[in-house]
T-cell receptor, first 112, second 120 residues
Framework: GDSVTQMEGPVTLSEEAFLTINCTYTATGYPSLFWYVQYPGEGLQLLLKATKADDKGSNKGFEATYRKETTSFHLEKGSVQVSDSAVYFCALSDRNDYKLSFGAGTTVTVRA | DAGVTQSPTHLIKTRGQQVTLRCSPKSGHDTVSWYQQALGQGPQFIFQYYEEEERQRGNFPDRFSGHQFPNYSSELNVNALLLGDSALYLC???????????????????FGEGSRLTVL
C-alpha cells in the first residue's frame, strides 16, 4: 500500500540555520504530496503541496520539490526562526483516494 | 469563521467502555474524515464521511463506527475500548475531497485540535 517514510527526529537547530527534512514515498499511482505542520497547542495545518512530478510547493519560506525519479519530497528552509519549532508531517494522497497517508512526523526545535 | 471544532478535548475511559467523540466541520465544508494519532506517530486514517455515508475506511476494526448528520457534523464511536485505543483522535474537514477535476486530491484538509482519549 501507499506509505511515507520521513527523517526521524528530533532535530535541534540554531536560528538562521538551514533545515532539511527528508521524505520518501511508495505509491502505486501518481500521488499528490503534502507537508503538514503541527505547532504546539494547535491542530495540523497544510504547509505546502505538489500535485505532479517536478512541481515545487512553497510557503512561509519552506520549499519542497516533487521528485518522481527518486520518489522524494524533501522539505527545506534556508533560515529557520524560533517560530518554526513544530512537528512536520509528510503525507500523500493517491489519485482518486480519499485518505491521506502520513509519515511519523519530525519534531523540529529552533533555539535562539 | 470557526474552524473545525472537536469535543471533548480530553477524556478518560476504562477498558470495555464505549466512547463518542464529536466534530463540527469548518463552515462550508461537507466532508469529514477521522484519524487516530498514537503518541509519536503520524495520523492513521480511520474513515471518511460524505453525504451521510461512509465513503472509505482504513484498517480499523468494526468497533470503530461513525455517523454524519445532515448539518455535516460527525461522531466517532468506539466500542469495547482497549488500552491500545489510547490516542489523539483528529477530525478533518474539506469540501468535496476527492472530487478534483483532474482526479488528483489537491485539496486541503482542515484539522481540529483533537480529542485526547486515555484508556485505563
Amino acid at each position: 500500500g501507499d506509505s511515507v517514510t520521513q527523517m526521524e527526529g528530533p532535530v535541534t537547530l540554531s536560528e538562521e540555520a538551514f533545515l532539511t527534512i527528508n521524505c520518501t514515498y511508495t505509491a502505486t499511482g501518481y500521488p499528490s504530496l503534502f507537508w503538514y505542520v503541527q505547532y504546539p497547542g494547535e491542530g495540523l495545518q497544510l504547509l505546502l503541496k505538489a500535485t505532479k512530478a517536478d512541481d515545487k510547493g512553497s510557503n512561509k519560506g519552506f520549499e519542497a520539490t516533487y521528485r518522481k525519479e527518486t520518489t522524494s519530497f524533501h522539505l527545506e528552509k534556508g533560515s529557520v526562526q524560533v517560530s518554526d519549532s513544530a512537528v512536520y508531517f509528510c503525507a500523500l494522497s493517491d489519485r482518486n483516494d480519499y485518505k491521506l497517508s502520513f509519515g511519523a512526523g519530525t519534531t523540529v526545535t529552533v533555539r535562539a | 469563521d470557526a474552524g473545525v471544532t472537536q469535543s471533548p478535548t480530553h477524556l478518560i475511559k476504562t477498558r470495555g467502555q464505549q466512547v463518542t467523540l464529536r466534530c463540527s466541520p469548518k463552515s462550508g465544508h461537507d466532508t469529514v474524515s477521522w484519524y487516530q494519532q498514537a503518541l509519536g506517530q503520524g495520523p492513521q486514517f480511520i474513515f471518511q464521511y460524505y453525504e451521510e455515508e461512509e465513503r472509505q475506511r482504513g484498517n480499523f476494526p468494526d468497533r470503530f463506527s461513525g455517523h454524519q448528520f445532515p448539518n455535516y457534523s460527525s461522531e466517532l464511536n468506539v466500542n469495547a475500548l482497549l488500552l491500545g485505543d489510547s490516542a489523539l483522535y483528529l477530525c478533518a474537514s474539506s469540501l468535496r475531497w476527492g472530487f478534483q477535476t483532474s482526479g488528483r486530491n489537491t485539496g486541503e484538509l482542515f484539522f481540529g485540535e483533537g480529542s485526547r482519549l486515555t484508556v485505563l
